[in-house]
T-cell receptor, first 113, second 117 residues
Framework: DSGVTQTPKHLITATGQRVTLRCSPR?????VYWYQQSLDQGLQFLIQ?????ERAKGNILERFSAQQFPDLHSELNLSSLELGDSALYFC??????WGAGYTFGSGTRLTVV | AQTVTQSQPEMSVQEAETVTLSCTYD???????LFWYKQPPSRQMILVIR??????QNATENRFSVNFQKAAKSFSLKISDSQLGDAAMYFC??????????????FGTGTRLTIIP
């Protein structure tokens, strides 16, 4: 157990639908990052929150949004889903210390049918 | 923008032998961090080793070591005494250091390592 909890582990939904992925960071970590990993590809950075505020944004689609709540958990909302959104979505957290590596969650496997 | 390149999509090695995975990166920064992550079939991302750019000494973690060549912007991973459990996808990653609160990682496309019994 890495200490970063992602739910659900698997999600199957239809095109056009909306889903919410949840992430609870490791205790004490203030930064939460979301990454998307399509089949057999590297991880693409989507968005980062630090202590409740958005700090960095990557190639995140307008159909996607995220937020970090006062208790530091984060949610990634994906709407108007398309087949190409099928991927593994990772959440990671860090203490935002210099050089600190990330701790990744186990990911949410999203399948859009 | 920083980029990370892993030119070996697949590698294989005999059990107990040594294998080296390559990674190059492009950056104009002088201070940064480099990482190797392992992704086994379980899909969990596991930190293998990290290197601070300001350190000349190569990082080592048990059977894993790196060859960090800052001038050449090269960061290879050496796995000694390969074990079956080392079979995984390995990702090289880069992070700027002087950007507090914005420490996103830039990943390479990965190298799939197969261990041959």
């Amino acid at each position: 157990d890495s200490g970063v909890t992602q739910t659900p582990k698997h999600l199957i939904t239809a095109t056009g639908q909306r889903v919410t992925l949840r992430c609870s960071p490791r205790s004490g970590d203030l930064s939460v990052y979301w990454y998307q990993q399509s089949l057999d590809q590297g991880l693409q950075f989507l968005i980062q929150y630090y202590n409740g505020e958005e700090r960095a944004k990557g190639n995140i689609l307008e159909r996607f949004s995220a937020q970090q709540f006062p208790d530091l958990h984060s949610e990634l909302n994906l709407s108007s889903l398309e087949l190409g959104d099928s991927a593994l979505y990772f959440c990671a957290s860090s203490a935002a210390l210099w050089g600190a590596g990330y701790t990744f969650g186990s990911g949410t496997r999203l399948t859009v049918v | 923008a920083q980029t990370v390149t892993q030119s070996q999509p697949e590698m294989s090695v005999q059990e107990a032998e040594t294998v080296t995975l390559s990674c190059t990166y492009d950056t104009s920064e002088s201070d940064y961090y480099l990482f190797w992550y392992k992704q086994p079939p379980s899909r969990q991302m596991i930190l293998v080793i990290r290197q601070e750019a300001y350190k000349q000494q190569n990082a080592t973690e048990n059977r894993f070591s790196v060859n960090f060549q800052k001038a050449a912007k090269s960061f290879s991973l050496k796995i000694s005494d390969s074990q079956l459990g080392d079979a995984a996808m390995y990702f090289c990653a880069y992070r700027r250091s002087l950007d507090f609160g914005n420490e996103k990682l830039t990943f390479g496309t990965g190298t799939r390592l197969t261990i041959i019994p």
